[in-house]
């Protein structure tokens, strides 16, 4: 399996947990609090990443600034578009 065939995988894993069950955190996916993502708001390794399905995200009122908007069901894009040693946060709510 290739190195982007993993990446990809651990990304679609990311989105799943994040999608189907938020409150779960698996083995090697940390959960970071708001107080921290704060304090690296700054760090040129963070991306942030707004996984919300279209509606949801364009009814909310609340988005993290300098997020970017990512198709939950369009992984392979994602997984391509990340540097592979950045400190990525997805989140959906």
Same mark, same amino acid.
């Given at each position: 399996?290739?190195?982007?065939?993993?990446?990809?995988?651990?990304?679609?894993? %990311?989105?799943? =947990?994040?999608?189907?069950?938020?409150?779960?955190?698996? #083995?090697?996916?940390? $959960? =970071? /609090?708001? /107080?921290?993502?704060?304090? $690296?708001?700054? #760090?040129?390794?963070?991306?942030? =990443?707004? !996984?919300? !399905?279209?509606?949801?995200?364009?009814?909310? #009122?609340?988005?993290?600034?300098?997020?970017? $908007?990512?198709?939950?069901?369009?992984?392979?894009? %994602?997984?391509?578009?990340?540097?592979?040693?950045?400190?990525? !946060?997805?989140?959906?709510?």
């Amino acid at each position: 399996m290739s190195k982007s065939s993993i990446f990809a995988a651990f990304i679609a894993l %990311l989105m799943a =947990i994040c999608i189907l069950a938020p409150p779960a955190v698996g #083995d090697g996916i940390s $959960r =970071i /609090e708001p /107080e921290q993502l704060k304090e $690296r708001l700054n #760090d040129p390794d963070l991306h942030i =990443i707004d !996984v919300r !399905v279209l509606p949801a995200w364009e009814r909310s #009122d609340s988005k993290i600034a300098g997020a970017v $908007r990512a198709d939950p069901n369009d992984v392979s894009s %994602l997984a391509k578009s990340l540097p592979k040693n950045a400190f990525i !946060v997805l989140y959906c709510s």
